[in-house]
């Protein structure tokens, strides 16, 4: 199986900050990455697939980069409503795989 | 829109067998791009793809592939969930989820609520 690391695990951040979460792959995967924000009783809902296509709906200050390997989810200006868990999951191969989990909250 | 709401019971005992549906409301079960997922994910930790089934076949998480039924009612637009032997650790909330594949992606990107499934005596 293909193992997805997350850093931070958690971070605290204010409103309006620029927040960046990285994503590593244990092997290339090259752009099969998606990004899921998960919020406490709630399913997870799909933000950016492909790793770097926004998905319909999805607020524009929420953006992805990378291949291969690495990756990273922005945040470029933090809402309220962002507070929330945010998990990478690799679509290159099955099983699909999740990282740990970024659990962004108010500072 | 597509809607998924899964159902079942929320209690299993020991050695038995799980068993949940995933209605899909809003669209057909049939479109030709779309699988249909399991995904777990115990309390406080986090998600486990399970299994997903299309028109012609079904894949599975090799660590639960001996106990895992993945089946699609196409009359109801539904697929199922079986899993067998539970014990503790298979105690989660349960989610349905679409899993739309191109060449491009493959991605979950409707879900259902949840359901919680507890494994005890």
């Known amino acids: 199986d293909i193992q997805m690391t997350q850093s931070p695990s958690s971070l605290s951040a204010s409103v309006g900050d620029r927040v960046t979460i990285t994503c590593r792959a244990s092997q290339s995967i090259s752009s099969y990455l998606n990004w899921y924000q998960q919020k406490p009783g709630k399913a997870p809902k799909l933000l950016i697939y492909a790793a770097s296509s926004l998905q319909s709906g999805v607020p524009s200050r929420f953006s992805g980069s990378g291949s291969g390997t690495d990756f990273t989810l922005t945040i470029s200006s933090l809402q309220p409503e962002d507070f929330a868990t945010y998990y990478c999951?690799?679509?290159?191969?099955?099983?699909?795989?999740f990282g740990p989990g970024t659990k962004v909250d108010i500072k | 829109q597509v809607q998924l709401q899964e159902s079942g019971p929320g209690l299993v005992k020991p050695s038995q067998t799980l068993s949940l549906t995933c209605t899909v409301s809003g669209g057909s079960i049939s479109s030709g791009s779309d699988y249909w997922s399991w995904i777990r994910q115990p309390a406080g930790k986090g998600l486990e793809w399970i299994g997903r089934?299309?028109?012609?076949?079904?894949t599975k998480n090799p660590s639960l592939k001996s106990r895992v039924t993945i089946s699609v009612d196409t009359s109801k637009n539904q697929f199922s969930l079986r899993l067998s032997s539970v014990t503790a650790a298979d105690t989660a909330v349960y989610y349905c989820?679409?899993?739309?594949?191109?060449?491009?992606?493959?991605?979950?990107?409707?879900w259902g609520q949840g359901t919680a499934v507890t494994v005890s005596s």
């Open positions: 999951q690799q679509s290159y191969s099955t099983p699909g795989t």
């Open positions: 989820a679409r899993d739309r594949v191109t060449l491009e992606y493959d991605a979950f990107d409707i």
């Open positions: 089934i299309y028109i012609s076949g079904s």
